[in-house]
């Protein structure tokens, strides 16, 4: 595949030959041009010869890329990109529907499933017409009761067919959608929406003397509707109908309760057929949170009622008179320890006892919650409440009816649950009679596939139905490869972007051999990629720079890693080859164990009474393979308990003992790799500030005090200062209906965002405008003299990002860029010397001279007297680190367990640690 002159973004006319059926490493440092070649270059171009074969009307319903500016690219496979970038956010979306393996267990499931009454759990059996007969017959004297033939059940279209049908069948009434219908006077379908057809088949009031009737109705209902009818009854007496599915091929024997035939979307929690109707298929629901509202370690007099802490006098006393009696009632008086009480009794005190007329503490709540007139009240109700599992289908997400259906004694969502490991072993020991093995045998096959390949990369840890939305961006990119190798394609181009992140290195020879897989399939493989691993096992290797921005975007070395690391000339070469070394020469550090905060017994998630020590004033790594614990013990148990100590807002703590040591901690950090804005709009200027303070320098000249211009003058958010055409955009979009959507330059500012009187103020010559195009290491000379604006940009320079320009749409930058934004913004505010800095592997995206700089910034925080804890499974960051905490030895229920901690020496002799080894 050749490429001449290339020069999207900071390219420099790059000319490259890259070997096809190969696996292909592109590397160098950040902003060198990586992902300027890769993405921009070589996967835009290979996208937009794909789309630009379809006809001019297939074109008009894709989304197609730019040209990228290059002079020709040919020898260029169809090209696929598996990017860490999200798509959806959609909560709906889980491993298994990313994988396709949900749509085959819901096949798998509808064909061999054996169904069982949600009621009583007896196996599903065919109700005779007899059987149906004799239960309609037992209905009360005088009861209506309709008789209906399903004819179409949610399906698209106008089905004129069907009402021919029908009147073919002498059938005079009809019932679309919930409606009745004389069959002569039905409205138009539309096409485009799901409709449900009922044939009206008989109408009757009960009476001692129809059972001829009952029977020659029931048994033409049940072979019009092929074996289903609906029963529509009104009781004397009443105003409500009643309607009841009633089927000769599944009905539970004991209880009568009848099942429409499995189908694949039976199974389907994005269907109204299959999803569970509490939550509409989400499994769980916005509401009170049980732990956060009773205690039932306590008894009511002792604040078990942890929801009625704070409450006035007279709500409490309102809520008293309710729940006393009803605890009397189970033998409980206000003084008893609610832990005696049993699992049946304490779910009747959350959601309500009918037979006791007890509404529930959820219910109370809820009312409360909707009827306060208390702002106050209104904050404490809202900080109770979070995302808890549906009570009615208990995190399942589908009807009771999709639930009750086992193969294997298990049902679909019990399989979900599983974490990929056990899920893969559970296939393999699955046995199915002669019959069910060769309809599942297709099945099984592409399932066991995609299984066997997650294995393989790292994630079996993770269960099926893991909201996709919930995994970091090398999770969710392994899961999104293992559907690729599932297609079995040949001669496709795959271009991934850092596929080991998140990946211990215990598990990176696993995803190196994938990838071959992929390519000794007869596909080429590029990554981007910093891991060293990695980068020795390609076929090919090219290193970028020299430096970031505008000084890289050439290519310093190529060939095998053995060739780049010859190259004198090669940043890269000069890591592998041992001639740099990753880790900064810094004096020695000690930390004082005794000297520590300390969280005990933490058991969040898979964590096992986990006893962690973070001595006060070090830089501590905390380690383990992919899913051992490491974010449940510091994100969702740690932040929370610290944040919480220390007075502040805090998300829902994880369970813990107790926690010690916070006194010596005055300030809380967290810095994650969420983007810093979601608009075009926010860029780094904006989000640090920096930009507020250059402002005030532009309203400080003379030409500005001389127009009488203020600092809001200089904000392209404002209507006085921004362009009135493209409204500080910079930007115009021009739809092209069967071509791509075009970007033009707008003609009024020229893409400067500003208006001409705003841009008639100048600084050191430089436009308001031209500051937001400078990079940040050109800024920082301009604004040497203006310490406020000095700082910010000095600290954004430390942690390797001098190359990113000063109004860069932040939409544009990585995860690994914008956490280094947070933590330059951070910097740059004075340090109490008694901050506890959080941080989620941020060496993400980050060469080894990147690594080598944030190394330095890390370790000046931690001689301030700051307290430094990354996640981190980069090597050189675990050796740099005074203290190391290391979980395993595995992730998901083999995991969660302490295998050591103490500096890296130690934890480099324990036999037990994956990381040791590596260490």
């Not at 209880?255 to 109707?277: K, V």
């Not at 370690?297 to 409450?311: E, M, T, V």
């Not at 496709?492 to 211990?504: K, N, Q, R, T």
């Not at 320009?805 to 330059?824: D, F, M, V, Y």
Request: glycine share 10%; proline share 5%; charged share 20%.
């Amino acid at each position: 595949m050749r490429i001449r002159g290339a020069r999207v973004h900071n390219l420099r006319g790059v000319d490259l030959d890259l070997p096809r059926d190969r696996l292909t490493v592109i590397t160098g440092v950040s902003g060198s041009g990586k992902s300027s070649l890769a993405f921009d270059t070589l996967y835009a171009e290979g996208q937009r010869q794909y789309i630009e074969s379809l006809s001019a009307y297939a074109r008009q319903f894709l989304d197609q890329l730019q040209r990228p500016d290059v002079d020709w690219v040919d020898g260029l496979e169809p090209t696929l990109c598996i990017d860490q970038k999200r798509g959806t956010n959609n909560p709906r979306s889980t491993v298994a529907t990313v994988t396709e393996i949900y749509d085959y267990l819901r096949l798998m499931y509808a064909r061999i499933g054996v169904p069982h009454c949600y009621n009583c759990g007896t196996a599903i059996l065919q109700q005779s017409a007899d059987t149906i007969v004799e239960s309609l017959s037992q209905l009360p004297e005088s009861t209506k009761l309709m008789l209906l033939a399903p004819m179409i059940r949610g399906r698209r279209g106008k089905h004129d067919e069907v009402f021919q049908e029908i009147r073919k069948a002498g059938f005079v009434r009809v019932r679309v959608d919930g409606e009745l219908y004389p069959l002569d006077d039905v409205p138009p379908l539309a096409a485009r929406r799901n409709h449900t057809i009922e044939a009206v088949v008989d109408r009757i009031v009960v009476r001692e003397d129809l059972q001829d009737r009952f029977d020659d109705s029931v048994r033409l209902a049940l072979r019009i509707g092929e074996g289903l009818l609906v029963s529509v009854t009104q009781a004397p007496g009443e105003s409500q109908w009643q309607e009841q599915l009633i089927s000769s091929a599944y009905a539970c024997p004991d209880c009568g309760i009848s099942y429409a035939e499995l189908e694949p979307r039976t199974f389907s929690f994005n269907s109204p057929y299959g999803a569970c109707p509490k939550c509409d298929g989400m499994g769980v629901l916005d509401g009170f949170d049980p732990a956060r509202i009773i205690d039932f370690k306590r008894s009511p007099d002792d604040g078990a009622l942890l929801a009625y802490q704070d409450a006035t006098k007279a709500v409490v006393r309102k809520m008293r008179a309710v729940v006393e009696p009803y605890l009397q009632s189970l033998g409980f008086e206000w003084s008893t320890p609610l832990k005696k009480m049993k699992a049946a009794a304490r779910m009747q005190l959350l959601h309500g006892d009918e037979a006791e007329s007890f509404a529930g503490l959820m219910s109370l709540l809820d009312q409360e919650w909707q009827s306060t007139r208390s702002d106050k009240r209104a904050e404490q109700l809202e900080l109770l409440q979070a995302s808890v599992i549906c009570p009615q289908c208990h995190g399942g997400r589908l009807r009771a009816e999709a639930l009750s259906v086992t193969v294997g004694d298990t049902n679909i969502a019990q399989l979900t649950a599983m974490p990929i490991s056990d899920s893969t072993a559970w296939f393999e020991s699955l046995e199915l009679s002669a019959a069910d093995a060769v309809i599942a045998k297709p099945i099984r096959e592409e399932v066991r596939k995609r299984l066997r390949f997650l294995n393989l990369v790292g994630v079996g840890y993770l269960s099926l139905d893991r909201s996709a939305d919930t995994l970091s961006g090398g999770e969710l990119q392994r899961v999104r490869l293992a559907t690729s190798i599932g297609s079995g394609l040949v001669g496709v181009c795959y271009v991934l972007d850092e596929p080991s992140i998140g990946l211990h290195q215990r598990d990176n020879d696993r995803l190196i051999g994938a990838l071959r897989d992929l390519q000794q399939q007869g596909n080429t493989v590029l990554v981007v990629e910093h891991d060293e691993a990695m980068m020795r096992s390609a076929d090919w290797l090219i290193d970028m720079g020299p430096g970031a921005g505008q000084h890289g975007g050439r290519i310093i070395s190529q060939g095998t890693p053995e060739q780049v690391a010859a190259d004198p000339e090669s940043v890269t070469g000069g890591y592998l080859s041992g001639r740099l070394s990753g880790v900064p020469d810094l004096p020695p550090h000690e930390v004082d164990p005794k000297h520590a905060l300390v969280i005990k017994g933490a058991s969040t998630h898979n964590l096992k009474s986990v006893t962690a020590r973070f001595p006060i004033g070090g830089l501590i790594g905390v380690t383990g393979v992919s899913g051992s614990g490491k974010s449940s013990l510091i994100n969702d148990t740690l932040y929370p308990a610290v944040a919480a100590q220390l007075g502040l807002q805090a998300p829902h703590c994880g369970p813990y003992q107790s926690l010690e040591g916070t006194q010596w901690i005055d300030k809380l950090i967290r810095i994650d790799q969420a983007p810093i804005g979601r608009s075009p709009r926010s860029c780094p200027a904006t989000y640090t500030g920096a930009l507020d303070e250059i402002r005030k320098v532009y309203a400080a000249t003379r030409e500005a005090k001389q127009r009488g211009f203020t600092s809001s003058r200089f904000s392209f958010n404002a209507a006085a200062g921004q362009c009135p055409q493209c409204k500080g955009h910079g930007q115009e979009k021009i739809e092209m209906n069967f071509l791509s959507d075009l970007y033009v330059t707008c003609s009024i500012c020229g893409g400067k965002r500003y208006n001409q009187a705003t841009l008639q103020v100048r600084f050191k010559g430089q436009t308001i405008a031209d500051i937001l195009d400078m990079t940040i290491d050109e800024a920082s000379a301009l604004f040497t003299n203006i310490p406020k604006v000095d700082r910010v940009l000095q600290s954004l320079r430390d942690v390797g990002l001098g190359y990113l320009h000063l109004g860069q749409p932040s939409t544009t930058l990585s995860g690994g860029e914008a956490q280094r934004i947070k933590l330059g913004s951070e910097l740059a505010k004075t340090s109490t010397g008694s901050t506890l800095y959080l941080l989620d592997e941020p060496t993400t995206g980050l060469h080894f001279e990147d690594v080598h700089r944030l190394l330095q910034v890390l370790h000046r925080l931690a001689a301030a007297g700051n307290t430094v804890i990354v996640i981190e499974h980069n090597l050189d960051v675990a050796r740099a680190c005074d203290w190391l905490i290391d979980l395993g030895p595995e992730g998901g229920a083999a995991g969660g367990e302490l295998i050591g901690q103490g500096p890296p020496q130690t934890i480099r002799d324990l036999p037990a640690s994956h990381t040791g080894k590596f260490l």
